[in-house]
């Protein structure tokens, strides 16, 4: 079975723009969650899709968003990108029967903001 | 906010060495996850706890978890260089603000010298 594929795996954006980010899950997985992980923050939770509706949502600014389609992939929205943005973004699966559950993630888009 | 605490930060040992590594939160968990992540990649889950008090046990791997589902420890017998990576404490539960989220520690780096 194929894994969590991230595209694209690298990226580099200026302050101001916006950025789209793309994850396809494993196969009969329902549940894509999506995570920014820095070296002084670490792995921060930014929100959860299960069925095209946003089912948790974490602590960031409103320029962060996401959807995810009938087939189940999903897509990350950065607008009026900043410095502080720049990080490793991971998206993960799951099969979406528990909240959150085991979470199965892809290899990350790393994101630098100049 | 659910905070997760993870001790120590950095641990470099010699192979077949025992260690032992901690996670604890003021915070109750409904679950508890162990992740392993190796550089470039994204987390690899190893294991999950849900019951206070729980034992589970994966090859030389033994995870605990609090019985007041606050804290939870990773024990590591014999170490050996495969098991080098930066593992991660991640806690499923609600956030101050009220959605359900899943916390992250900052995790510990492991370094097992041949």
């Known amino acids: 079975k194929a894994g969590v594929t991230q595209t694209p795996r690298y990226l580099i954006k200026t302050r101001g723009q916006q950025v789209t980010l793309s994850c396809s899950p494993i196969?009969?997985?329902?549940?894509v969650s999506w995570y920014q992980q820095t070296p002084g923050q670490g792995l921060q939770f930014l929100f959860e899709?299960?069925?095209?509706?946003?089912?948790n949502k974490g602590n960031f600014p409103g320029r962060f968003s996401g959807r995810q389609f009938s087939n189940s992939r999903s897509e990350m929205n950065v607008s009026t990108l900043e410095l502080g943005d720049s990080a490793l973004y991971l998206c993960?699966?799951?099969?979406?029967?528990?909240?959150?559950?085991?979470?199965?993630f892809g290899p990350g888009t790393r994101l630098t903001v100049t | 906010t659910q905070l997760l605490e993870q001790s120590p930060q950095f641990l470099s040992i010699q192979e077949g060495e025992n260690l032992t590594v901690y996670c604890n939160s003021s915070?109750?968990?409904?679950?508890l996850q162990w992740y392993r992540q190796e550089p470039g990649e994204g987390p690899v889950l190893l294991v999950t706890?849900?019951?206070?008090?729980e034992v589970k046990k994966l090859k030389r791997l033994t995870f605990q978890f609090g019985d007041a589902r606050k804290d939870s420890s990773l024990h590591i017998t014999a170490a050996q260089t495969g098991d080098t990576g930066l593992y991660l404490c991640?806690?499923?539960?609600?956030?101050?603000?009220?959605?359900?989220?899943?916390?992250f520690g900052k995790g510990t780096k492991l370094s097992v010298i041949p």
């Open positions: 899709y299960f069925s095209e509706t946003q089912r």
């Open positions: 196969s009969g997985h329902r549940s």
């Open positions: 706890v849900v019951t206070g008090g």
């Open positions: 915070s109750v968990f409904s679950s």
């Open positions: 991640a806690g499923a539960g609600y956030s101050g603000a009220g959605s359900y989220q899943l916390t």
């Open positions: 993960a699966s799951s099969l979406g029967t528990s909240t959150l559950g085991e979470q199965y």
